[in-house]
């Protein structure tokens, strides 16, 4: 059973800095892609931003040029630096990793927890 878990966020001002941190431990297959999403009460969670096991990575549009997802394999951890907070980045934000399952290594998705990021004045 793989499992993973967030820290690190918080209430910070507007322009401020947020370091989220997913730590993945137990039965993890191989080095895998890995990412933040983020999900309103009841709206669908979405991406945002992922990266593979390469160091490859993608963002969301609404995030470019202030979130920075970064990872170290030999942790098994996923960060995601997001600076220039803005109100509208208050969410909560789930990290993900891609995974198998055996015998038939057929693909599924793991999640985290959550961990509430708020942004006020």
């Known amino acids: 059973q793989v499992q993973l878990v967030e820290s690190g966020g918080g209430l910070v001002q507007p322009g401020g800095s947020l370091r989220l941190s997913c730590v993945a431990s137990g039965s993890i297959f191989g080095i895998n892609a890995m990412g933040w999403y983020r999900q309103a009460p009841g709206k669908k969670r979405e991406l945002v931003a992922g990266?593979?096991?390469?160091?490859?990575?993608d963002y969301a549009d609404s995030v470019k040029g202030r979130f920075t997802i970064s990872r170290d394999n030999a942790k098994n951890t996923v960060y995601l630096q997001m600076n220039s907070l803005k109100p509208e980045d208050t969410v909560v934000y789930y990290c993900?990793?891609?995974?198998?399952?055996?015998?038939?290594?057929?693909?599924?998705?793991?999640w985290g927890q959550g961990t509430q990021v708020t942004v006020s004045s």
């Open positions: 993900s990793m891609d995974q198998v399952r055996p015998p038939t290594f057929s693909t599924y998705t793991v």
């Open positions: 990266i593979n096991s390469g160091g490859s990575t």
